[in-house]
């Protein structure tokens, strides 16, 4: 339980890099200082770290993991994605306001505002991957979507920004399906009766600021679309397989998937 703070401050000295949600690449001194007034206890579970404000049963923290190792599952079979390597750590307050706090106090990049909205964050740190959470009726959604961020991150050098977010979006459903209610309730919501953002367009955006709920619930709609047939699939996995090697791969607007629509 002890070994949380031990681990922290010794990480505190060096430069760190930060990426949140793959996104905002920001670099920055300073680490996940450690506030021993928020009481967090550590706990393991199937080789995951889970670091707490708040108690949790061992069967809850068992069920958490089970749904991170089923995403790193389910990629691995249907993407050739290397599962994690590197230990990963999940933060998880019992109220927003205290994961809201923690974030902003140990993050500098997120703003009153970010930390506001989100209920996840993820963190690259000295190429450890950090998961910050709060608890709410969402969390296991929420667990998902930043595992995907900590799979891809950790082993996808130059991943652009809208594959991240789309994939995210894929794996998020406990049932282990690609939909997204929320996405989808979103695109249907335009007011101007858009189409979904096409990739061309969202190859364009470089940071999470860029994203409008309609980019963020593009991405999902065409990685949903690219997950859902074999030949897009497939081009998936192999674009993947070269960011992994770091090779430039085709955009994945190039594929045969999306070049066949037509433009509006
Ligand atoms: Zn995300």
Known sequence: MTSVWEAIRRSRSLLLVIVLCSVANVATRGAIA???SARLQLQVVDAIEFVTDHELSRERLEELAGHMRSVERQMQDELGVPP???TVRVYLFATHAAFSDYVRQHIPSVGRTDAAVRHG???LRQERPF???AAGENLIQSLRHETVHAVLNTSHPALPIWIDEGLAQCYEDPDGGHRSARAERVLKKDLLRRAAPRPQSLE???TMSQLGPREYAGCWANL???LGSPAGRATLRAYLADLRE???P????QSSTFLGERSR
Do not use: I, N, Q
């Open 84 to 86: 994690l390597e590197k």
């Open 250 to 253: 085709a955009p994945l607007s």
């Open 34 to 36: 450690a506030d021993r």
């Open 131 to 133: 998961v910050f959470l």
């Open 246 to 248: 770091g090779k430039a």
């Open 121 to 123: 964050v993820f963190l």
């Open 204 to 206: 364009k955006l470089k």
């Open 224 to 226: 949903e679309k690219l």
